[in-house]
């Protein structure tokens, strides 16, 4: 199947020209599709377009892999001298010094498999690995809607479940699962998901209702400067944002589905800098 680049940029993503940038390539891998681009991580901007391919059928692991491995080769052209540096690949797992604790919409042999070493040997590069929501959140945090906040930022992003990532003064807590968060007796992804609500054929104010009721046990858990809101809902924001009443300040991402791909490349240059330090 041919490589589907995207006609245009997210908001906040713009391509980048310059040739003196630090340019990484970033990979998402999601239940549907890889995504990849080339970024320059001194500013978030693009380097490239983004490309995609359909994550393989049943998640396994070679099969998404070599997936993986076509996208790179497919982007190095656009970017010279990232052939030879370490690639961030995001991936819809926990993550726990570069192995996968779990699998959402993924083949169970990624279960217990260290992610960092099979993919550096597979793609003969070095290889950061990050949880997905954790690479869309900090991407947002330090170039999106939070860039300009200090203390601590929450992204959620509103999907098919929950992903959560929680930014304290720019520094990432990992595998911050507030998605399973147990909200009068169900887990909160299943009753305030973007896909509960088409499921579900929820209106806005009911959906805001639901929202609010999580949010609010959320924000007196941790006590965010700012919550930050992704995911593909984001843009319909002016419709539930409104009708929350929380202390803390409830914002759009800027990012859009663009951030996990930035995110990513921001880990590509923290393995760069290990590899580095190591030798």
Partial sequence: MPITATSHPAPGAAVESSTTADFRIGIDVGGTWIKGAV???????????????????????????????????????????????????????????????????????WVGLDVQSYLESHLGRPVGVVNDADAAGEAEARYGAGAATQGVVLVLTLGTGIGSALIVDGRLVPNFELGHLEIGGFKAESRASAVVRENEGLDWVEYAGRLQRYLAHVEFLFSPDLIIIGGGISACSHEYLPRLSLRTPVIPARLENSAGVVGAALQATA?????????
Avoid: C, Y
């Fill in 39 to 109: 970024v320059n991580v001194a500013n978030g901007r693009m380097g490239s377009g983004v490309r995609r391919l359909p994550t393989p059928s049943g998640g396994r692991v070679h099969d998404v892999a070599d997936t993986v491995a076509r996208l790179i080769a497919d982007l190095e052209p656009e970017s010279p001298g990232t052939g030879t540096r370490a690639v961030g690949v995001a991936v819809p797992s926990i993550v726990h010094r570069g192995v996968a604790r779990s699998a959402a919409n993924m083949d169970s042999s």
């Fill in 271 to 279: 393995a760069g800098n290990e590899i580095i330090q190591n030798t």
